[in-house]
T-cell receptor, first 111, second 116 residues
Framework: QKEVEQDPGPLSVPEGAIVSLNCTYS??????FMWYRQYSRKGPELLMY????GNKEDGRFTAQVDKSSKYISLFIRDSQPSDSATYLC???????????FGAGTTVTVRA | SQTIHQWPATLVQPVGSPLSLECTVE??????LYWYRQAAGRGLQLLFY??????ISSEVPQNLSASRPQDRQFILSSKKLLLSDSGFYLC???????????????FGPGTRLLVL
């Protein structure tokens, strides 16, 4: 079993729809959670960063962490064609310099 | 603000040839530095990380090596490339310990390597 599981998709939605992405993990020691956006042939870009459980909102993006269920989510409201990318979740125990990544979900927003 | 550079952007090399990829970070001091490989349709595989000059930790035994000759410079090398070394190589940095958001990593633009 992988330490971090993420459905690779692909996910295709019409413009304006809500995009819902999620990851599950097995290591209960994870306490730092991140979402990265990666456009084709580019490096990943940090999108959201959350410590421990709870919600965090930044513009059209909302990140949720449920440590009791070992489940994290990213929601994109009012999706735009420019949101078409691969979204990677990442998480860390803290203190050992390493991130564990999901495989990434490819999202296409249709105009 | 901090900036991370990688070059070259694209590289096509024959099997058996040497490799040198370079990564530099600007706007910060004593960063942690990382090399990742991303195969097509797959996740990120950590290859090496460094917490200081000359300090390299290897995550995966393989045909590659890394060096950190200066505080903000990280180099990925190989003496003889294999076909399986093809992929997208990403350099990343994170803030030095005791600073906020230590667990976050910031990625460079990547180098696409094709070994023929």
């Amino acid at each position: 079993q992988k330490e971090v599981e993420q459905d690779p998709g692909p996910l295709s939605v019409p413009e304006g729809a809500i995009v819902s992405l999620n990851c599950t993990y097995s290591n209960s020691a994870f306490q730092y959670f991140m979402w990265y956006r990666q456009y084709s042939r580019k490096g990943p870009e940090l999108l959201m960063y959350t410590y421990s459980s709870g919600n965090k909102e930044d513009g059209r993006f909302t990140a949720q962490v449920d440590k009791s269920s070992k489940y994290i989510s990213l929601f994109i409201r009012d999706s735009q064609p420019s949101d078409s990318a691969t979204y990677l979740c990442a998480m860390s125990r803290g203190g050992d310099y390493k991130l564990s990544f999901g495989a990434g979900t490819t999202v296409t927003v249709r105009a | 603000s901090q900036t991370i550079h990688q070059w070259p952007a694209t590289l096509v090399q024959p099997v058996g040839s040497p490799l040198s990829l370079e990564c530099t970070v600007e706007g910060t001091s004593n960063p942690n530095l990382y090399w990742y490989r991303q195969a097509a349709g797959r996740g990120l595989q950590l290859l090496f990380y460094s917490v200081g000059i000359g300090q390299i930790s290897s995550e995966v035994p393989q045909n590659l090596s890394a060096s950190r000759p200066q505080d903000r410079q990280f180099i990925l090398s190989s003496k003889k490339l294999l076909l399986s070394d093809s992929g997208f190589y990403l350099c990343a940095w994170s803030p030095a310990p005791l600073r906020s958001r230590q667990e976050t990593q910031y990625f460079g633009p990547g180098t696409r390597l094709l070994v023929l």
